[in-house]
T-cell receptor
Framework: ETGVTQTPRHLVMGMTNKKSLKCEQH?????MYWYKQSAKKPLELMFV???????ENNSVPSRFSPECPNSSHLFLHLHTLQPEDSALYLC?????????????FGEGSRLTVL | QQQVKQSPQSLIVQKGGISIINCAYE??????FPWYQQFPGKGPALLIA?????SEKKEGRFTISFNKSAKQFSLHIMDSQPGDSATYFC???????????FGQGTTLQVKP
């Protein structure tokens, strides 16, 4: 139990569907992140939120839409995805990363786009 | 642009052997180098980390060796055990930017 909970753990969706991934952290952290993990690739940072404000969008296609209503919750809204978007989506949280260097990851949401 | 290069991509070691994973970086602004361990079905978790003012850090069977001039660092797992089988990611952080860059990962299998 890392203190970061992601739901759903598995998701299968068609290219025309709309779905959302949810992340909740119980660690009192002020920063939350979305990462994409594909086979044989480095972890790809997608979005960063600090104190609910988006501070980084790493050139992510608009079919991925993040939402951070408060410092404990983070969503990733998905629409009109492509099969190449199939991957493990990891949520993470941290205190000020520059000071601690440590991310706390959830177990991920395995997404399959048909 | 791959700022942190990790090798090998996969590694098979016999139980009791030494596992060695290497990473190289380019940006001299990096000042914190963590290693993350990821078991199947789990998210990565911090394993051990080093700052560039020391050349080695040891925690139990896990040791980081750091060569600042060569811009390289490595993870050594002594007396490797089947329970160490996982994917290992090196990373580099610049405290100025707060950006953490990951390597590609190494899948380690320790055979009994």
């Amino acid at each position: 139990e890392t203190g970061v909970t992601q739901t759903p753990r598995h998701l299968v969706m068609g290219m025309t569907n709309k779905k959302s991934l949810k992340c909740e952290q119980h660690l009192g952290h002020n920063a939350m992140y979305w990462y994409k993990q594909s086979a044989k690739k480095p972890l790809e940072l997608m979005f960063v939120y600090n104190f609910k404000e988006q501070t980084e969008n790493n050139s992510v296609p608009s079919r991925f839409s993040p939402e951070c209503p408060n410092s404990s919750h983070l969503f990733l809204h998905l629409h009109t995805l492509q099969p190449e978007d199939s991957a493990l989506y990891l949520c993470a949280s941290s205190r000020i990363l520059a000071n601690t260097g440590e991310l706390f990851f959830g177990e991920g949401s395995r997404l399959t786009v048909l | 642009q791959q700022q942190v290069k990790q090798s090998p991509q996969s590694l098979i070691v016999q139980k009791g052997g030494i596992s060695i994973i290497n990473c190289a970086y380019e940006n001299t602004a990096f000042d914190y180098f963590p290693w993350y361990q990821q078991f199947p079905g789990k998210g990565p978790a911090l394993l051990i980390a080093i700052r560039p003012d020391v050349s080695e850090k040891k925690e139990g069977r896990f040791t980081i060796s750091f060569n600042k001039s060569a811009k390289q660092f490595s993870l050594h797992i002594m007396d490797s055990q089947p329970g160490d089988s996982a994917t290992y990611f090196c990373a580099a952080l610049s405290s100025n930017t707060g950006k953490l860059i990951f390597g590609q990962g190494t899948t380690l299998q320790v055979k009994p």
